[in-house]
């Protein structure tokens, strides 16, 4: 984690200190939800074509919502962990130099964790509250795990930033409805659109060539549920 990634840490601590210590309500939500990746096609490609199929996710996390008093906007935390993994087959050579094809079994996983700050504004005095949201965020990557069966070895092959071990600064901006269930609890449907890696990009060289780090965006849609105020 370079000094810019300690700084966006540090600043999210202090934001989640700074909120609880002056709102005068806190809502403590519990969320799930269905993610959709979008970068490189080699990440998101299905296996049998030839990618490592990690085009979609599955995310969990605890979200907090603090109200201020006299304070037109609701301040956010929030803590997220994604998953995503896929197993397949495909037919390749073992190595450059044998032009022999066999069928490969390859399984691949990654996680990411994320701390979120960020803000809610309500426009609208609606029934069914709809908010807007913007979030900054850091993001850690973990390295893409990659199990071949046969296995096969060439010069390269882990290069692209994408698989490596990351930390990254992003944004999210999306909209949500607020439902209220029975007295205490709420529901919480929402959609982010994320730029997980928007600061903090790298590159990969090797033998004269540089390997970029592309874009990674995540569409998340979520549900979260209230179920404590304090």
């Given at each position: 984690m370079n000094i810019k990634n300690h700084?966006?840490?540090l600043f999210f601590i202090v934001s989640f200190t700074s909120n609880i210590l002056n709102a005068q309500k806190i809502n403590i939500g519990f969320l799930g939800g269905y993610s959709k990746i979008y970068t490189n096609d080699f990440?998101?490609?299905?296996?049998?074509?030839?990618?490592?199929?990690?085009?979609?996710?599955y995310n969990f996390g605890v979200k907090l919502k603090y109200t201020i008093?006299?304070?037109?906007?609701?301040?956010?935390?929030k803590i997220s962990y994604l998953s995503m993994g896929d197993t397949?087959?495909?037919?390749?050579?073992?190595?450059?130099?044998?032009s022999?094809?066999?069928?490969?079994?390859?399984?691949?996983a990654v996680y990411i964790f994320s701390l979120d700050t960020g803000i809610e504004y309500f426009p609208f005095k609606n029934i069914i509250p709809q908010y807007f949201s913007f979030d900054l965020m850091i993001n850690y990557f973990s390295k893409?795990?990659?199990?071949?069966?046969?296995?096969?070895?060439?010069?390269?092959?882990?290069?692209?930033?994408?698989?490596?071990?990351?930390?990254?600064?992003?944004?999210?901006?999306?909209?949500?409805i607020i439902i209220h269930l029975i007295n205490g609890i709420d529901a919480d449907i929402n959609i982010n659109y994320y730029l997980m890696n928007l600061i903090g990009k790298k590159s990969n060289f090797f033998?004269?060539?540089?390997?970029?780090?592309?874009?990674f965006n995540i569409l998340i849609l979520n549900l979260a549920i209230y179920v404590y105020k304090f």
């Open positions: 700084f966006i840490f990440y998101t490609k299905d296996i049998p074509d030839i990618g490592l199929g990690l085009e979609k996710g008093k006299n304070f037109p906007l609701k301040l956010i935390n397949g087959y495909y037919w390749d050579t073992l190595n450059p130099w044998n022999h094809f066999t069928k490969m079994k390859l399984k691949t893409t795990e990659i199990k071949q069966n046969p296995s096969s070895e060439f010069e390269g092959k882990n290069l692209n930033p994408l698989l490596s071990e990351r930390t990254r600064v992003g944004l999210s901006f999306g909209t949500g033998n004269g060539y540089e390997f970029k780090e592309d874009d």
